[in-house]
Every structure is written in structure tokens, then in C-alpha cells.
């Protein structure tokens, strides 16, 4: 069955890096464009990044572009997303989500998207 299992979530201080890793199984990895997601308490799922199933298109929130970058390995079935200079406002659940197809303009909103990780925490404080 399809599977996304993320992972490499934790606490770190401002100004930190974390990677999530976002382990995909059940499905031709390669097929598919993938998303991160997040979510913060109160606060409604928001797209982080989306990748195009070759990886050759990205798109990104805008409060994020320029500290985050995603990235993919469909050899290892993995999508990848590098975290830098975190500020306290990212703190969420990250979710990765299998991209169904749709409006790309839409990429951000979490209707075209069939499975979904469990997801990982991130939390940044000092």
C-alpha cells in the first residue's frame, strides 16, 4: 500500500538547520510530484514547497524561499527538505503529501493531494 513516512523533525534553536526526510513506498516514486506541508496549532495546513516528479521544478511559500530547499532522490524513493535559519514561526507538524494532479497554480492547497504522511515536529525555540 502507498506509504509516506517523515522523519528528521526535533527541537532546534533559531537560526538552525534541520533535514526532513520524507520516505515514500507503495508507488513509483518517480512518477509523482510531492509536497511539504505544515501545520502549526490553531492554524490551518499550509504548503511549505511542492516538486515535480523529476525534480527539475520546485515552487515555495514565500516566507520560506531562500531558507528552504527541497530536493529528491528517486533512486532512494526520498524527498528531501532542507531547513535553514529557522525562525519560531515555523514551528509545525510537516507533513509530505503525493501530489494528484490539478491547477499547479494550486500547488499550496491540500484538495489534490491523495496520501499523506503521519507527519514530524518541528519546533524552534531557545
Known amino acids: 500500500q502507498v506509504q509516506l513516512v517523515e522523519s528528521g523533525g526535533g527541537l532546534v534553536q533559531p537560526g538552525g538547520s534541520l533535514r526532513l526526510s520524507c520516505a515514500a513506498s507503495?508507488?513509483?516514486?518517480?512518477?509523482?510530484?510531492i509536497a511539504w506541508f505544515r501545520q502549526a496549532p490553531g492554524k490551518e495546513r499550509e504548503g511549505v514547497s511542492w516538486i515535480r516528479s523529476d525534480g527539475a521544478d520546485t515552487y515555495y511559500k514565500d516566507s520560506v524561499k531562500g531558507r528552504f530547499t527541497i530536493s529528491r532522490d528517486n533512486a532512494k524513493n526520498t524527498v528531501y527538505l532542507q531547513m535553514n535559519s529557522l525562525k519560531p514561526e515555523d514551528t509545525a507538524v510537516y507533513y509530505c503529501a503525493r501530489y494528484g494532479g490539478g491547477d499547479i497554480n494550486a500547488w499550496a492547497l491540500a484538495y489534490d493531494y491523495d496520501f499523506w504522511g503521519q507527519g514530524t515536529q518541528v519546533t524552534v525555540s531557545s
Open positions: 507503495g508507488f513509483t516514486l518517480d512518477a509523482y510530484a
